[in-house]
């Protein structure tokens, strides 16, 4: 199931990301033939899954504190059904919520984020809605396992990674596709793992329309190997966030994270078709 999380009220910087989902579903309109026979895994999205465009979770704009039990409600119900979840952002706090459901579904789960931020700056006051603190709270309440988790193209500095495996965009340039993919198996090993992709992990040249952006990035190249190289992975569900289309002008960051849903996708199907 794919599904909008068009929230943005956490965003620190410039707001917009509640435009995302509707911008990556009509960027994925012209994906549709790549979807036939996805590339390199030859996956048919079309015959060989089920999938469904579930809407947009209903948010009360008036009652922002209502957001967290909200999204949660949205995830926890679909989940019921023993679906996967591919939820479109929104700013990155919504995968907060989202990574309760998982939790309360799979137990600690291993996070594989792709970021330029690490999202995991201290903020002890737990009921603060932030998109660059809910990794800290996730760690603390033990919805992910740090040692099992790791972050891809982080260029930001955070004293405290509280554990959190890191293979930052310089790190990225020098070892290589293969070898990052390789790298991030082996962290995560078969732990059930929620994949979390920030679309400023992309250097702003692939992607100018986010919230914050910040140079040194991956290149879509980059980020497209190692999402096919890390196929095999224990995938239980995943979300594309922080896309704000009204920065773009040339609709590419939206495009991006289309291709990006629709690797999550090869990546949950590649174990089980
Ligand atoms: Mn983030
Ligand atoms: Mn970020």
Redesign the pocket.
């Known amino acids: 199931v794919v599904s909008g999380i068009p929230f943005d009220s956490a965003t620190t910087f410039r707001p917009g990301a509640r435009l995302g989902p509707q911008a990556i579903r009509a960027a994925s309109v012209q994906l549709a033939e790549l979807a036939d026979h996805a590339f390199p895994s030859n996956v048919n999205l079309f015959t060989d899954l089920a999938i469904a465009d579930y809407g947009d979770c209903e948010l009360p704009s008036a009652y922002p504190t209502q957001v967290v039990e909200r999204i949660f409600n949205h995830a926890q119900k679909l989940l019921l059904h023993d679906v996967m979840m591919i939820s479109l952002g929104g700013d990155?706090f919504v995968t907060y919520p989202l990574l309760q459901a998982h939790a309360e579904k799979y137990g600690p789960l291993s996070l594989l984020q792709f970021?330029?931020?690490s999202?995991t700056w201290s903020d002890d006051q737990m009921d603060r809605i932030d998109?660059?603190t809910m990794f800290y709270k996730a760690v603390k309440l033990g919805l992910i396992d740090p040692e099992t988790s790791v972050q891809v193209g982080i260029r930001?500095h955070n004293a405290d990674t509280l554990g959190v495996h890191i293979i930052d965009a310089r790190a990225v340039e020098e070892m290589g596709a293969a070898a990052v993919a390789q790298k991030i198996k082996a962290i995560l090993g078969n732990k059930p793992t929620y994949l979390s992709f920030?679309?400023?992990?992309l250097d702003p040249a692939f992607a100018p329309g986010?919230?914050?952006p910040?140079w040194g990035g991956l290149s879509s190249r980059q980020a497209a190997s190692i999402l096919r190289d890390i196929a095999g992975i224990n995938m239980v569900g995943g979300d594309v966030v922080?896309v704000s289309p009204q920065y773009d002008t040339s609709g590419a960051t939206a495009i991006a994270g289309a291709h990006v849903a629709l690797e999550l996708i090869c990546i949950w199907a590649a174990t089980r078709v």
């Open positions: 990155h970021d330029a931020h999202d998109h660059g930001t920030d679309i400023d992990c986010t919230g914050t910040v922080e």
